[in-house]
């Protein structure tokens, strides 16, 4: 299969230092091939493809002429690109609306998660697996059907990074409480790496005051990655510096050790990690573009708009080009001593209810498949 051929190049060259020359033919090359593919097995892709006229994709030669779709016509419509054969089915968190994206994974599909997912982990974490200590209750075998929660189906994808996973919560009762002798470990155990949700480890470990005699000590060169839960942080007027400041005082970890992940469930394996108070890093193997929220036109770098986002890896449902509803802006773009594009965009808080209409809200009709 050329298209998966394709992937698996883009895949085996290294995340950062792929000059930007080699990543634009390379991924553009794919999106071409993404584009054929979903509109042959995907039939309510090819309606919505020709009902606006969208050029031939042999024709694409920019990032900004690539088709998108909204990511929450997920919530409304079950899109699948493959016929039989063995899959999953995982669904995002939900929202204030309680709808739900629903995303099938093919064995394919699944394989090039595992893949990106893996190459940037090793760049955060080094290659080497680590002892992860997680900040979540064990999961029972009945969590693992057919239709994962995010949350666990999220979790349970960079472990594939780990040696060894120990789990930091306990239930009792109704109540996650912290396993006080499990985090006690970490004071020993210094090649290891705390992952979580945000909220969670806001809850758990930093505005816990149980936890002052066993935090980590002296020897600090574990890493923390966590990732969502922004929404409540915000409710509670928790920025990401104030966070970011609250985890380096309560845990006595370096800020170059604290990675916030951005990512969501219509993307699985495609991430944006931000380092200590930075901004989210594009790699090689995915591409941003900040859009007016009006016009939807490609604005300069700095301003602010709606974020679309181009990832090599979906085979079994077209969801290589999304438009969501955070609003960002791109922060850094330059070119480092590879050639390779050095982007970094900033993520600002969701639209809130005075401005509930999402993306999906703004597009007109004509975008939604």
Same mark, same amino acid.
């Given at each position: 299969?050329?298209?998966?051929?394709?992937?698996?190049?883009?895949?085996?060259?290294?995340?950062?230092?792929?000059?930007?020359?080699?990543?634009?033919?390379?991924?553009?090359?794919?999106?071409?091939?993404?584009?054929?593919?979903?509109? %042959?097995?995907? *039939?309510?892709?090819? =309606?919505?493809?020709? !009902?606006?006229?969208?050029?031939?994709? #042999?024709?694409? &030669? +920019?990032?900004?002429?690539?088709?998108?779709?909204?990511?929450?016509?997920?919530?409304?419509?079950?899109?699948?690109?493959?016929?039989?054969?063995?899959?999953?089915?995982?669904?995002?968190?939900?929202?204030?609306?309680?709808?739900?994206?629903?995303?099938?994974?093919?064995?394919?599909?699944?394989?090039?998660?595992?893949?990106?997912?893996?190459?940037?982990?090793?760049?955060?974490?080094?290659?080497?697996?680590?002892?992860?200590?997680?900040?979540?209750?064990?999961?029972?075998?009945?969590?693992?059907?057919?239709?994962?929660?995010?949350?666990?189906?999220?979790?349970?994808?960079?472990?594939?990074?780990? %040696?060894?996973? *120990?789990?930091?919560? =306990?239930?009792?009762? !109704?109540?996650?409480?912290?396993?006080? #002798?499990?985090? &006690? +470990?970490?004071?020993?155990?210094?090649?290891?790496?705390?992952?979580?949700?945000?909220?969670?480890?806001?809850?758990?470990?930093?505005?816990?005051?149980?936890?002052?005699?066993?935090?980590?000590?002296?020897?600090?060169?574990?890493?923390?990655?966590?990732?969502?839960?922004?929404?409540?942080?915000?409710?509670?007027?928790?920025?990401?510096?104030?966070?970011?400041?609250?985890?380096?005082?309560?845990?006595?970890?370096?800020?170059?050790?604290?990675?916030?992940?951005?990512?969501?469930?219509?993307?699985?394996?495609?991430?944006?990690?931000?380092?200590?108070?930075?901004?989210?890093?594009?790699?090689?193997?995915?591409?941003?573009?900040?859009?007016?929220?009006?016009?939807?036109?490609?604005?300069?770098?700095?301003?602010?708009?709606?974020?679309?986002?181009?990832?090599?890896?979906?085979?079994?449902?077209?969801?290589?080009?999304?438009?969501?509803?955070?609003?960002?802006?791109?922060?850094?773009?330059?070119?480092?001593?590879?050639?390779?594009?050095?982007?970094?965009?900033?993520?600002?808080?969701?639209?809130?209810?005075?401005?509930?209409?999402?993306?999906?809200?703004?597009?007109?009709?004509?975008?939604?498949?």
């Amino acid at each position: 299969m050329i298209l998966n051929d394709k992937i698996n190049d883009l895949l085996s060259c290294d995340p950062f230092k792929l000059s930007f020359s080699q990543k634009k033919e390379k991924l553009i090359d794919i999106i071409k091939l993404q584009i054929q593919h979903h509109m %042959k097995n995907c *039939k309510a892709y090819k =309606i919505w493809y020709d !009902e606006n006229s969208y050029f031939s994709p #042999k024709n694409i &030669s +920019n990032f900004n002429e690539i088709p998108f779709i909204p990511s929450s016509v997920f919530k409304y419509m079950d899109l699948k690109s493959y016929g039989g054969g063995k899959s999953k089915t995982i669904r995002s968190s939900g929202s204030s609306t309680n709808l739900r994206s629903k995303i099938n994974i093919d064995v394919s599909t699944s394989i090039n998660q595992r893949k990106s997912l893996s190459k940037l982990l090793a760049h955060i974490l080094g290659k080497s697996r680590k002892t992860f200590y997680v900040i979540d209750a064990e999961p029972s075998s009945k969590s693992y059907s057919s239709e994962i929660n995010a949350r666990v189906a999220g979790m349970q994808g960079y472990m594939i990074a780990a %040696k060894s996973v *120990k789990y930091l919560l =306990i239930k009792k009762g !109704e109540k996650l409480i912290l396993n006080k #002798k499990v985090f &006690s +470990n970490l004071a020993s155990d210094n090649d290891s790496v705390i992952i979580g949700y945000t909220f969670m480890i806001w809850k758990h470990l930093i505005d816990n005051q149980s936890i002052n005699d066993v935090k980590k000590k002296s020897n600090n060169d574990y890493r923390l990655i966590h990732f969502g839960g922004w929404k409540k942080l915000s409710n509670l007027r928790i920025s990401k510096k104030h966070f970011t400041k609250a985890v380096i005082n309560r845990l006595n970890i370096k800020s170059t050790n604290i990675f916030d992940i951005y990512g969501f469930t219509e993307q699985l394996g495609t991430i944006y990690p931000s380092n200590g108070f930075g901004d989210c890093k594009v790699s090689a193997f995915s591409q941003v573009i900040v859009r007016d929220v009006n016009t939807l036109k490609v604005l300069p770098d700095g301003e602010s708009g709606f974020l679309q986002f181009i990832s090599p890896l979906p085979l079994s449902y077209p969801g290589f080009s999304l438009i969501n509803d955070d609003l960002g802006k791109i922060s850094k773009r330059i070119t480092g001593k590879f050639g390779q594009e050095e982007l970094e965009f900033e993520v600002f808080p969701r639209l809130n209810k005075a401005v509930s209409r999402g993306c999906g809200d703004t597009l007109p009709e004509n975008y939604y498949i």
